[in-house]
């Protein structure tokens, strides 16, 4: 059972309780080591968000991106400053590493091996770099950061399907000088929404890592509820997807 990833469509999403859901399915994930991986898919509003390498943003710098009409969070993963919004695809993987024995680095590889493999199907060629991510050219289309604590994985990626990429102007994305952001829609010139990429993550997240993925069961989701009534009370599973 534990080598299933159960699909959690929570569609779009606050970033702030984003971050809650990460934190109880991971604490459930601890404590019940049997319970499937879970792939929570969402859709931001406008947010910045630092990592754990990124330089001090200073009160100043935070009030300024707030004026964008983002929102702004310091956060515990890895990686360095960037932006989460609307026609990008971010999936938090919530896995026990050590059930399918991947140190962290490998299990950034296969995320990044994913990405690769997603834009192959849309026939771009994407590759990785000295910088963690995924790059198409000087220009990233997925940025990566992710934690584990106990061997239990939050945060995850961010993949530019339709994003509007002048929110990337106002930092220098991840931190890199002189590199650019982009898009599946910018690179096929044409318009791609989420809901054609998700499958085709799906099948190749489940080629790559080797885990069957699986709609998300009622009596998983009815367990993780009774662990955090007050949290989830405000999601759903808001669509039935498969790796296609």
């Known amino acids: 059972m534990n080598k299933l990833v159960a699909i959690f469509n929570v569609g779009k999403v606050a970033y702030g309780p984003s971050l809650k859901l990460q934190a109880a399915l991971a604490n459930y994930h601890r404590q019940h080591e049997d319970t499937p991986g879970?792939?929570?898919?969402v859709e931001h509003p406008p947010v910045y968000t630092t990592g754990i390498r990124t330089k001090p943003y200073s009160i100043k710098d935070e009030e300024i991106l707030k004026q964008t009409g983002a929102e702004f969070y310091r956060t515990n993963r890895?990686?360095?400053?960037?932006?989460?919004?609307?026609?990008?695809?971010?999936?938090?993987?919530?896995?026990?590493?050590?059930?399918?024995?991947?140190?962290?680095?490998?299990?950034?590889?296969?995320?990044?091996?994913?990405?690769?493999?997603i834009c192959k199907d849309f026939n771009l060629k994407a590759e990785t770099?000295?910088?963690t991510g995924v790059w198409i050219g000087d220009n990233k289309i997925c940025a990566i950061g992710v934690h584990a604590s106990r061997y239990v994985t939050t945060h995850g990626l961010a993949l530019n399907v339709c994003t509007d990429l002048t929110w990337f102007e106002h930092i220098v994305p991840c931190g890199i000088e002189g590199k650019g952001v982009t898009s599946l829609t910018k690179e096929l010139k044409r318009h791609v929404n989420i809901e054609e990429v998700i499958p085709v993550f799906l099948r190749n997240f489940t080629h790559v890592f080797k885990y069957?993925?699986?709609?998300?069961?009622?009596?998983?989701?009815?367990?993780?509820?009774n662990y955090d009534e007050t949290l989830l009370d405000n999601f759903s599973v808001t669509s039935r997807i498969s790796p296609g």
């Open 129 to 131: 770099s000295a910088h």
């Open 212 to 225: 069957p993925c699986v709609d998300i069961s009622d009596e998983i989701y009815k367990k993780i509820e």
């Open 38 to 41: 879970t792939l929570l898919v």
């Open 78 to 117: 890895g990686g360095l400053i960037t932006f989460h919004g609307p026609g990008q695809l971010v999936v938090y993987p919530i896995l026990n590493l050590k059930h399918f024995n991947l140190g962290l680095r490998n299990y950034v590889s296969n995320i990044e091996q994913t990405v690769i493999q």
